[in-house]
């Protein structure tokens, strides 16, 4: 590797953690598992070994995670409140322990205690009076959140006996079965996700009312101030004795094999408990051997976290669906016998391409292994073969399409089938009228895709500008069709139905109306957005915007050459060609008179400028962003005067780099000494 690839590669991987950081600690949310997160942050550290010239200030190796709220008053920790390092690995608890042997020319005593996936927190006392709490933020100031944290039960707001200062620190968490008891409440419209994120939007509530109402607890682990106890056991069985809640499962250990026999043993004995854990935190007991060994800016020497894997569970395989999408590839999705995992109910994942299907080698009834993260995504992991019924049938692609039964076609060095019936097949016309009433096309909000999917089996609409022809009187006999008993129809699954959906089309007799004002006020969207919604193969949002810039309206974008569209810049040949068939296929050829008799307006209005602060510079955006979609930050960014490009060339000046960012516009940018923008930097230059 080449010290500009490394250079890159180092550039995507903090700008990556530090979102994940973000959302983490800030917004509640968790992007990708612990173990995706920690395996990355691990590349980081051993890149930044190699090359320690290109270390960054704001590398996440280089500071914790930060969690402060503006709404909050700050409070400076005196002792910083680092992070843990983690490893999921026995060997490298092992090599823990060597290095401390090392170190100390002498064997060590540990502690073990159980790791809770709640918030971290710290409260200070001041003569036995609780002054303050405060949350980790940075890891040097924090948030001070007193008035929520006085609401546990359980943390004492005064000690009479105590006449000197200390700060004691654990983590705040939320029950399972008061997370299980929302979740089941069919009153509640605003369930909580999972038990970890609920605790740290809890800690972080504007109303002091709602940590009561939902009795979170804390558990205490460390303690500073006046030495109670040469060694950490006797310390905090001293707090325990004070009052304070201290964990559940805590054990001494005489040396590493202890630890890593309790390591095993906890990993059965914490699945009682009624809250969420996820690891064992490894410390060393004696006070002065921890003195000696200090800390780096991020971590203590003197302590590892061992991270139990993330939770999988076995279930039966019941069959395989291929799903065609809007522009005819064909997805398989495995459903199974429905699991729970992370508190969700699971009974779906999606098995991506025909690679990973041939990968699992899945049969029929196949007992398969499901894992989910956090709030990831959850997919099928493995497949035990042992449990597989002898002259199980393999799982295979079906040669044609599920819906309409067309032959499918693979591209050669393609994952994924096509269904290139792509008129007749209304699985794609279903895909294509939710991508159209889609956030950043459309956006009519309040026409979900299972009612788009509703009134495509049922043949009120056989094709997406239908529902600008759409009446009241049409909806109220569509209403009425369904509470005839001899009138059968299909749901949205393609299952018969009756009668019994007389709840549901109540409901959609006092929302008609409504429904219809959104879906005819979105004739006021701008023309960007109606050209990304059409839905042509490899026109994004950008591109769309891009055309229309360039062009001037719709009508001049459908009739331009693929030459002429090819000379646009960031638009390459493909995305013309695309555009160039799209237009003229004998379906489309009166679209656009259509569109503009529904009341479209087919012309380009450019956004007015507020801010001359990018005049002169190119902009190219990369990867997810949290402030919105990539087109609605390209507007901004054109309103403060830039150009925006879709790739990085010798004119680019800046990269604006979100989540997941491309890898080849990074190692660009850098070989071209691009300046590279984070979010939040980008953001800085916006409030300037």
Known sequence: MTISEAAAKIAALVVELNQYNDAYYNKNKSLVSDLEYD???????????????????????????????????????????????????????????????????????????????????????EKGQLIYASTRGDGVVGDNVTSNILQIEGIPHSLPNIDFDFEVRGEVYMLNSYFEEQARDPENKNRLKTPRNATSGTVKTHDPNKVAERRLQCALYQYYGKELAPDHWSTIETIRQWGFPIGELRKQCAGIDEVLETIAA????????????????????????????????????WAIAYKYPPEQKETRLNRVEFQVGRTGVVTPVAVFDTIKLNHADIQKATLHNADQLRRLDLHEHDTILIERAGEVIPKVVGVNKEK???????????????????????????????????????????????????????????????????????????????????????????????????????????????????????????????????????????VETLLFGLGIPNLGEVQSEVLLEHFGSLEAVAQATVEEMSNVPNVGRVMAEAVWNYFRLEQNKGLLDRLAAIGFDLQYRSQHRFSDSLVGESVVITGKLFMGSRPEVAKRVKAMGAIVQSAVNKQTTILIVGVRPNAKKLKMAHEYAVRILTEEEFNDLLNQ
């Open 39 to 125: 395996l990355k942050k691990k590349e980081l550290e051993a890149l930044e070994a190699l090359y320690p010239s290109l270390i960054r200030g704001d590398s996440p190796t280089q500071k914790v995670g930060e969690d402060r709220d503006d709404f909050f008053l700050k409070v400076h920790h005196e002792i910083p409140m680092l992070s843990l390092d983690n490893t999921y690995s026995y060997e490298e608890v092992r090599e823990f322990d060597k290095r401390l042997h090392e170190a100390l020319g002498e064997s060590v005593t540990y502690v073990c205690e159980l790791k809770y996936d709640g918030m971290a927190i710290a409260l200070h006392y």
């Open 388 to 526: 597989r019924t002898a002259g199980a049938t393999p799982i295979e692609y079906p040669a044609l399409c599920p819906c309409c039964g067309t032959p499918l076609q693979r591209e050669e060095g393609q994952s994924y089938f096509i269904c290139s019936n792509h008129e007749g097949c209304i699985d794609q016309k279903i895909a294509r009228t939710i991508h159209f009433a889609s956030r950043n096309a459309l956006d009519i909000r309040s026409l979900g895709d299972k009612r788009i999917e509703e009134w495509y089996r049922n043949g009120l609409i056989k094709e997406t500008l239908d529902l600008y022809s759409l009446t009241s009187e049409q909806l109220q006999e569509y209403v009425k069709a369904y509470t005839l008993k001899d009138k059968i129809k299909h749901n949205l699954f393609g299952e018969k139905i009756t009668k019994s959906m007389q709840q549901r089309l109540d409901a959609y007799r006092q929302s008609n109306d409504q429904l219809l004002d959104k879906i005819h006020l979105s004739v006021n969207r701008p």
């Open 266 to 301: 906890w990993q059965t004995a914490r699945t009682v408990l009624d809250y969420d854990t996820d690891g064992v935190v490894v410390k060393v007991d004696n006070l002065a051997v921890r003195n000696r060994l200090g800390a780096t800016s991020h971590s203590p020497r």
